[in-house]
Every structure is written in structure tokens, then in C-alpha cells.
């Protein structure tokens, strides 16, 4: 599939499922002073930022710095030592919150592709739906085959994950997540594991789904690609929000730290 029909096609999926616009006051993902430790190291001191509906939110910084960490709490498969997070009108940070609807509302996509190898692609994706939303399997289907075609997939929906490239893997954990129809999509590295060639499939997808209206959180080491595609991008130093901007802050960076970190690369 050529990446204009591709993007197209993402496009047009947003559109179908887009949500009414949250007022300035009412970030769709919103941190305020988190802070997160793993026994005696502190990961997260006091990381705050917002995030309106329908941006793309790029978070860069070194190994350690607490990017990972901080997008895993978006989704509570990290639990936070104080602060505050609401996403999508979720307070994660309270201990009763529903997490079943949590996670209908916020799809993640992981480094590791975590794809069922003995389920085809179809079955690995409708198998969230059926069981989490109770959707009819003919339903089910009709969705799997939806977010395939966004991701350029189509035809792939019988065959096993063993017999799909990388690329095609990460594409189709991309759309077992799209076909929860989620409001926020998180994505942790998804190319860290991807030679150039398979990298450019996985971020056109994502460079579509962006273009079509979807809120996104990325951790990536994809420089050129976060430049681009974010509206906003989150530099983290040593556990905090260190440097804030648009695409074009990689241009000029204000702080001795990221131009360090932007000479040194990854």
C-alpha cells in the first residue's frame, strides 16, 4: 500500500471516531507534580505537563530519564508515589478507579510487539473487543478489518504473527490497540527494535493516525520523526520536565542539557 492511501485511510478512520473538543481547561491527559520511585531510586520528581485533545505530545531525553516511566503511569501499569494524573476524565492516581475503562480509553503500543503466536492477526484483535467490550464476533471482525486497512494490513488478517515481518508485527499491535477505539494512544519505542527500512512503515501509520485527529503520547528516540510530527515536544533530564516546545525546539534548544543531548544523540 503506497503511504498516501495509507494515511488516507487513518485519516478517515479519526474522523469516524473523533471526539468533541476538550476545552483549554480540561486537558485530555493531564500530570501534575507525579513523582515515582522504584525502591531507593526516584524516577519521577515532580514531572507535571497537559496534554489538549487531538495533539501529539513527543517526550525525548536519555536512558534513565524517566520518559518510560512516566508515559507507563498515563496507563497506571505504573502506580504513582504522589501527585495527580487524569486522563480522558479517569483520575488514575486514585486507588478505586475502574481500570477496565481505563484501558478502553487509552491503547498502548510497546517495543515488544506481545502479539499471541498461535492466534492469526483477525484473532489477536478481535479477541480484546469480544471480551472486554462483549462485541458480537461478526463485529469484532468488521473492526479487525478496519484497523488492519489504516494500517496497510489488509490482507494479513489469517496469517500468524511468525510470518510477518517486524514492521508488520509493530502495525499489527498498532491496530489491536486502534481496534479498542481508544481516545489516547501511547506508544513507548515502538521502533527501538526495527532496522531503518521497517521503522519508516511503523511511523507512517503513526504519522497518519496523528494527521487524522488522534491524541498521542510518543517516547521515541526518532528525532526527526518527533520534529515533524508533535506539537509539542517534552525534553525529561534526571526525572524532570526539563525543556518544553514545538517541533522546532530541536532547532534551538534553550538549555545546556538538551543541546548536549541532541550532540550526542542517543
Known sequence: MKREDTMNLARDAAAQHSQPAASPAQPVVELKDVHKSFGSNQVLKGVSFAIPRGQVVAIIGKSGSGKS???????????????????????????????????????????????????????????APKAVKNLPAAKAREIAARTLQQVGLADKAQAYPELLSGGQQQRVAIARSLAMEPQVMLFDEVTSALDPQLTGEVLRVIEALAQGGMTMVLVTHEMEFAARVADTIIYMHEGKVWETGPGDMLKNPQTAELRDFLSHGL
Open 69 to 127: 516511566t512516566a508515559l507507563r503511569c498515563i496507563d497506571r501499569l505504573e502506580i504513582i508515589d504522589s501527585g495527580t494524573i487524569n486522563v480522558c476524565g479517569h483520575a488514575v492516581h486514585d486507588p478505586a478507579i475502574d481500570l477496565r475503562q481505563l484501558r478502553q480509553d487509552v491503547g498502548i503500543v510497546f517495543q515488544s510487539y506481545n502479539l499471541f503466536p498461535h492466534l492469526t492477526v483477525e484473532q489477536n484483535i478481535t479477541l
